[in-house]
């Protein structure tokens, strides 16, 4: 049986962190088994708030470097730059006949870069999602493994791959977004307040590039208060965040001590802390260190990107002209 096929990307703009490694990485490396895996690095995407050229890149190498630290194997996927297949383009344009302003104008991301960046509110930023599309759909991707925050986006993947189907013939399958376990996950900020993100909260955000220091550090500033007074008291949002944490570096026999230490009120979070912050530097630190040594390989970064293209033309380049065909575009 042929192995099911599985697309996702991460944007070169800033460090990766916690919240890419667990809601996306951790799947990819799961997944390059028993899946025919397309992984790219969503550089066109980053464009949308207009980075420095000289800085692009190091940023997608960096993205590169991480990605194959923290486990993932270049000869098992394809692992490429978005910029460097010319189909994904061709076919957001196609795929933007079929997309609406008054729909796209809707997507709460887009609402959010509005509120964020009034001064840069660019046709980029609207099309977001069909550029999404275009890069699931350019390989009829199945599944595509992302975090919480991306849900919406590949719900609209699916209504336009029906659009187009409806419209001019069956090609491309509903991709189905996609995380082991059964929910999606959304790993939480430190603060307290929203999600780990590469561009905002810098302190409350553990990103994959921290120095040993820079981890407890920030982990030690955590959002916790004076600790419950009743038995098996609610939690509040902001120490289940801890838990949570907790639950994703640490053993299940530390968090449930931690858990029954909350329940009997004799929980201190000091020690809390400063277990979460050991256990998280052991876990970013060997990935770290990976990164750093192959980022700085520039051969090997262009190896990969170069053979990982090569690998994504293949399929790129068949679904563009079945695409082609369909609508018509075919005069020779
Ligand atoms: P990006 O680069 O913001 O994030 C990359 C991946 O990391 C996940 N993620 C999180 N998961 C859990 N908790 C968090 N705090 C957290 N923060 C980020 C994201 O859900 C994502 O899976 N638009 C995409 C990139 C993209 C893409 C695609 C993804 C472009 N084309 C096609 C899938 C398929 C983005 O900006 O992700």
Redesign the pocket.
């Known amino acids: 049986m042929s192995k099911e096929i599985v697309?996702?990307?991460?944007?070169?703009?800033g460090f990766?962190?916690?919240?890419?490694?667990?809601?996306?990485?951790r799947n990819y490396v799961k997944m390059q088994e028993d899946y025919n895996c397309y992984f790219?690095v969503?550089d066109y995407?980053s464009l949308t708030t207009h980075p420095d050229p000289k800085d692009l890149r190091g940023n997608v190498y960096r993205?590169v470097a991480e990605n194959i630290a923290a486990g993932l194997d270049p000869d098992k996927v394809a692992l490429y730059a978005?910029s460097d297949l010319p189909e994904i383009p061709e076919l957001y344009l196609m795929l933007n006949m079929l997309a609406y302003k008054g729909e796209l104008e809707k997507v709460p991301?887009f609402k959010d870069k509005v509120r964020q960046q009034p001064e840069n509110v660019n046709a980029g930023l609207l099309t977001?999602?069909v550029?999404?599309?275009a890069?699931?759909l350019i390989h009829k991707?199945v599944k595509?493994?992302?975090?919480?925050?991306?849900?919406q986006?590949?719900e609209m993947?699916r209504n336009f791959a029906g659009r187009f189907n409806g419209r001019y013939g069956e090609l491309f399958p509903e991709?189905q977004p996609f995380n082991f376990g059964d929910t999606?996950?959304?790993?939480?900020?430190l603060d307290g307040a929203?999600?780990?993100?590469?561009s905002e909260h810098g302190n409350a955000?553990l990103y994959l590039a921290d120095e040993d220091d820079a981890i407890r550090k920030k982990v030690m500033k955590a959002k916790t208060d004076s600790g419950p007074t009743e038995h098996n008291s609610t939690m509040p949002e902001y120490i289940q965040n801890v838990f949570q944490l907790m639950n994703l570096v640490s053993t299940s026999e530390i968090t449930e001590s931690y858990r029954a230490a909350y329940n009997g009120c004799t929980i201190r979070y000091g020690d809390m802390k400063k277990q979460l912050a050991e256990d998280m530097v052991n876990f970013i630190r060997p990935i770290r260190e990976k990164a750093v040594a192959l980022q700085a390989d520039e051969t090997k970064m262009m190896a990969v990107l170069r053979h990982g293209a090569e690998k994504a033309r293949e399929s790129a380049s068949r679904t563009i002209s079945e695409a082609r065909k369909l609508i018509g575009i075919n005069y020779y």
Not at 16 to 24: C, E, K, R, V
Not at 194 to 198: E, F, I, Q, T
């Open positions: 697309v996702s990307g991460i944007r070169s703009t990766l962190h916690l919240g890419n490694y667990f809601g996306a990485m790219f969503a995407h993205v978005q991301t977001y999602p550029l999404m599309t890069d699931i991707a595509v493994p992302v975090g919480k925050d991306q849900e986006h590949i993947a991709p999606l996950v959304k790993v939480p900020s929203g999600k780990m993100s590469k955000t």
